[in-house]
């Protein structure tokens, strides 16, 4: 018996679950050829105990690197997205016994097979909540490293797993966490959870400084080396503002429940104070690998898979405050998430379109903010949206943005 995000005892279905993990987990990762796809499949082959198959893999359009991971794992199958590329990959793949799927089809029947056990869903975008959504419907446990899936459409993803009798485990760093820190209490006796954020690359920066910022400039960032995408959301802390919709839906809390912290240093994920006033941290070097194994593994424990917090050395942990004026996107984040509804899918895809301009040099860094929060003003807001709802909006968001000028 254990206990998932949300705090709801896992029933016998899962306690069948968990008991397979004793034996072998058959894993499908989606968006196995990005970021965090890479470092899942690490995880996989630096399993000790060999506790972690691959059984399915997708990417986009990488099909080189697919067919590098499918010639070296063996999964049973391999779905390529663009389908313009999966002739190259099944030539690629002859002889090897991997089955080439193409499509979105392609991702739904790997998902959906009944031998696999979990799916981590490490799309990057709104475009992973596809995945997310037909592992959930097939029952399957969902690692989620796809953010976007809860901050688009959280009451409602969470809704299915529940359906579903299944559950969501989070891969992002700070809500692993939280997840963690969270089995040292009583779900009524927590009083809040507060999520670490490095600060980004222009931490202690001032508005001013920041108007002339190059994509070049804003893709270093200081403690965490991870995808374009996320890169700039760190720098813009938009990261942070859907990390804060993604924690209230994924562990069912008040708004006013969540709160940020900035900590440079990166190496305390997240916190939890409960009601007597303790407050409960999980720490670890930045490697995404750690929360990646706990989600794959939950809720056993994997041996270390990189390196370990070296406590005979000094460091400091520093926190501070968050630079709110500097930073607009945390206010918006914070005001998206107290609203619901339609406002985290309208945030998400006007945000996903404006750091894509960014980066092709047609909006200046300071605009992202601003137009995400322009076009979150004027959409059409409904409180209780359903899935169809949410990808239209998605849509007109996407439109919206493309359009808005400084
Ligand atoms: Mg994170």
Not at 82 to 108: F, I, N, R, W
Not at 123 to 146: C, P, Q
Not at 250 to 275: A, G, M, T, Y
Request: aromatic letters at 6%.
């Amino acid at each position: 018996m254990f206990e998932s995000p949300s705090g709801r005892r896992l029933g016998s279905p899962s306690e069948g679950r968990e008991a397979l993990l004793e034996s072998v987990a058959r894993i499908v990762v989606l968006g196995s050829t990005g970021s965090i796809g890479k470092s899942a499949i690490d995880v996989i082959e630096q399993d000790g105990a060999a506790r972690l198959a691959l059984h399915g893999a997708s990417s986009h359009s990488r099909w080189r690197d697919l067919a590098e991971q499918a010639a070296r794992h063996r999964p049973r199958f391999v779905a390529i997205t663009d389908p313009s590329y999966s002739s190259s990959l099944k030539q690629a793949l002859h002889g090897t016994g991997v089955e080439v799927l193409a499509g979105e089809d392609g991702v739904v029947r790997m998902v959906q097979d009944p031998a696999t056990d979990r799916v981590c869903s490490a799309v990057v975008g709104a475009a992973g909540l596809r995945g997310t959504w037909a592992a959930l419907e097939a029952g399957k446990i969902v690692a989620l490293a796809n953010k976007e899936s809860l901050v688009v459409a959280g009451p409602l993803v969470m809704q299915l797993a529940r359906e579903r009798n299944t559950h969501v485990f989070p891969v992002d760093s700070e809500h692993s966490a939280i997840f963690q820190a969270l089995k040292t209490g009583a779900r009524a006796e927590v009083k809040r959870v507060i999520l670490t954020s490095s600060g980004g690359p222009f931490r202690g920066w001032k508005k001013s400084q920041l108007s002339n910022v190059t994509p070049d400039r804003a893709l270093k960032h200081p403690t965490w080396r991870m995808g374009p995408k996320i890169t700039i959301d760190s720098a813009t802390l938009m990261n942070k503002a859907l990390e804060i919709i993604e924690a209230r839906w994924l562990f069912e809390l008040e708004p006013d429940q969540i709160e940020v912290v900035i900590h440079p240093e990166s190496i305390i994920h997240s916190l939890v104070e409960f009601v007597d006033g303790s407050v409960i941290a999980q720490l670890s070097p930045p490697d995404m690998r750690l929360p990646i194994q706990y989600a794959l593994r939950y809720p056993h424990r994997g041996l270390a898979p990189g390196e370990r917090l070296d406590l005979t050395r000094a460091f400091a942990l520093r926190f501070e405050p968050p630079d709110r004026e500097t930073f607009p996107a945390l206010d918006l984040g914070f005001e998206v998430m107290r609203a619901g509804g339609t406002a985290g899918a309208v945030l998400n895809a006007a945000n996903e379109t404006a750091v894509a301009r960014f980066l092709n040099g047609e909006l200046a860094f300071l605009d992202i903010a601003r137009a995400c929060r322009a076009i979150v003003e004027h959409h059409h807001f409904d409180p209780r949206p359903t899935l169809e709802d949410l990808l239209r909006l998605d849509a007109w968001a996407r439109g919206e943005l493309e359009r808005w000028h400084p």
